[in-house]
């Protein structure tokens, strides 16, 4: 006590702490000043020798990064660096895929860390509770969320009803409709009655907090990004930005907490239980893996989570599918054809029912191959120098991601530029394809859901909801653009790809043509 009494007057305290203090930032201003320099042996891309700082070339990223990719590789390289974001990316040829898809040493949490800041922006691994875990995620979603049970039962169908019906026109007149804004909350419905069941799915406080987390955390991660790493621990907190994420949460945590006590009371026979009994959910299963790992989890942030990886991604893939079935029609009328015929001979959706509409499969990997959701996967952060096979070498601590331009590679996809909804539905033709082409397949060819060790362990899901939705869509509907010709492009931001949320379309109910009894109205 003398001692500390003691230090605590001594004027070299004051002096020792502010010393401290300075270094402390000067060390964490060089970190991220070390962030952005770009490796010394790999050739960059976008950037002037005279640029002295790196705004022109993010900014160079954020409008062009597909022009700068195909400068990069018109370089005769395989490998180069863009300045990206928020750092260097390493652009890697697709060539590598099958080297790097599941080396220990590149790490995908890492990576989404080092590009999204996601100390205060919560990531999916650390939503999940499966940080480090992955090949325990990877069980979860493949053993639980493979994609169709909890879709199934009357209850299932009749949220899926509601929803496309409240959520699309009933009018046998075109009616003007802008579905790339209305699909988030139609798929963030359908996904929470997987994830949390039917109570909270059709709760409007937690489908605002589904699709507008992910927007409003990439806002925010942006708004962050204009300040030093030093002092985002502390400004955040005042940060509009980040204080809309934080009522997000509380707004998540109040509706994930009263779902946990309900089950608990219905459990204990003190709240009268539905009429049917409940299907187990990912909370559910969520519980099991913890109780089975022995680790402590955070329900609603792995709900957050859950939103955050499924909801935009799956609609945006579904945007994309409508958008191509309206430029090239002459796919709708096969389609209703497929579908009518499995429901003949199935009599009602199955789960095996989804496997067998096969031009679907085909039309949805097609619309993928075009607009994949971005235009590289597999971004990764490497632990250690990683050395490829032709000498290069990736340096520790460096981002990389693997270009998807082998999607407009003739010589895999003949006719690449050109869409065809039957591509894939005649590779799984041939003898010994009939797995490798589908939607959920990944391969050093089609990594649009990624490819290995950390390919999207949610692709099933997603796969079964486009199609369920797709069935809805093709049987209840007629849509085409209001005023656009042709296919409208996507709108790039950086290596992102979004259907362009302006388009406005025009949907009319139509006769289905087939009993809607098998769909289970
Ligand atoms: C069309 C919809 C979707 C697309 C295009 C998509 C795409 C992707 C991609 C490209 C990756 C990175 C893979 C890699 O780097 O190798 C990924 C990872 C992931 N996705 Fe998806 N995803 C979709 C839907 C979903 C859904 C519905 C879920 C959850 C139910 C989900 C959960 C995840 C998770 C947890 C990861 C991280 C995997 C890991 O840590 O190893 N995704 N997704």
């Not at 962030?35 to 700082?53: A, H, M, N, Q, T």
């Not at 697709?94 to 790097?100: A, L, N, Q, T």
């Not at 299932?156 to 496309?164: E, F, G, K, N």
């Not at 497929?338 to 031009?359: F, G, N």
Request: charge should be neutral.
């Amino acid at each position: 006590m003398a001692l500390l009494a003691e230090l605590l007057t001594t004027p070299y305290l004051i002096q020792a702490l502010c010393v401290a203090v300075f270094v402390f930032f000067i060390s964490s201003f060089w970190q991220d000043l070390a962030d952005e320099i770009p490796y010394g042996r790999v050739p960059l891309v976008g950037k002037k020798w005279w640029d002295l700082s790196n705004k022109k070339a993010k900014a160079r990223f954020a409008e062009a990064a597909r022009a700068l990719i195909a400068e990069g590789f018109a370089k005769g390289v395989s490998v180069f660096q863009v300045m990206a974001t928020t750092r260097p990316l390493i652009v890697l040829h697709p060539k590598y895929v099958d080297e790097i898809k599941s080396h220990p040493h590149l790490d995908f949490e890492l990576a989404t860390k080092k590009v999204g800041y996601t100390i205060f922006i919560t990531s999916i691994a650390q939503n999940m509770g499966t940080e480090h875990q992955t090949d325990h995620s990877q069980n979860f979603f493949e053993d639980r969320i493979a994609g169709f049970e909890a879709f199934h039962p009357a209850g299932a169908s009749r949220v899926i009803l509601d929803t496309v019906r409240i959520k699309l026109t009933q009018a046998l007149e075109w009616t003007s409709y802008n579905f790339s804004h209305k699909v988030p909350h139609i798929i963030a419905r359908l996904s929470t009655l997987v994830f949390m069941g039917e109570t909270v799915c059709r709760d409007p406080a937690w489908l605002d907090v589904s699709v507008n987390y992910t927007i409003d955390a990439f806002l925010a991660a942006r708004a962050l990004r204009m300040w030093p790493s030093v002092l985002r621990p502390l400004v955040h907190w005042f940060m509009p930005s980040c204080q809309k994420l934080r009522q997000h949460f509380a707004v998540a945590r109040a509706i994930v907490a009263q779902e946990i006590e309900n089950r608990t009371l219905a459990k204990e026979g003190q709240l009268a239980s539905e009429s049917a009994p409940r299907r187990a959910d990912a909370l559910d299963w969520l519980d099991e893996l913890s109780t089975a790992y022995g680790s402590v989890s955070d329900r609603p942030r792995e709900q957050v989570g859950l939103a955050l990886a499924a909801i935009h991604t799956t609609s945006n893939l579904l945007t994309n599918v409508v958008y191509d079935l309206a430029a090239y029609p002459e796919y709708i009328e096969p389609l209703r054809e497929e579908i009518k015929a499995v429901l003949a001979e199935d009599e009602s959706l199955k789960k095996t029912s989804l496997l067998k509409l096969k031009l679907m499969d085909s039309v949805i990997k097609e619309s993928q191959r075009i607009n994949p959701v971005s235009i590289v996967s597999m971004n990764r952060a490497a632990l250690a120098p990683i050395p490829l096979s032709d000498g290069t070498i990736i340096p520790r601590g460096a981002t990389i991601a693997v270009s998807a331009h082998i999607n407009e590679d003739d010589s895999v996809y003949p006719n690449a530029s050109v869409y065809d909804g039957f591509r894939f539905y005649k590779k799984r033709q041939e003898p010994g394809h009939e797995h490798r082409h589908q939607l959920v397949t990944t391969t050093s060819e089609n990594f649009g859901f990624g490819h290995g060790r950390h390919a999207c362990p949610g692709r099933f899901f997603a796969a079964n909801e486009t199609k369920i939705l797709l069935v809805h869509l093709l049987l209840k509907y007629d849509w085409k653009f209001k005023s656009v010709v042709g296919r409208p492009r996507n709108f790039e931001v950086g290596t992102e790809s979004i259907a362009d949320p302006s388009v406005e379309l025009l949907f009319r109910g139509r006769v289905p043509g087939v009993d809607l009894r098998a769909l289970g109205e």
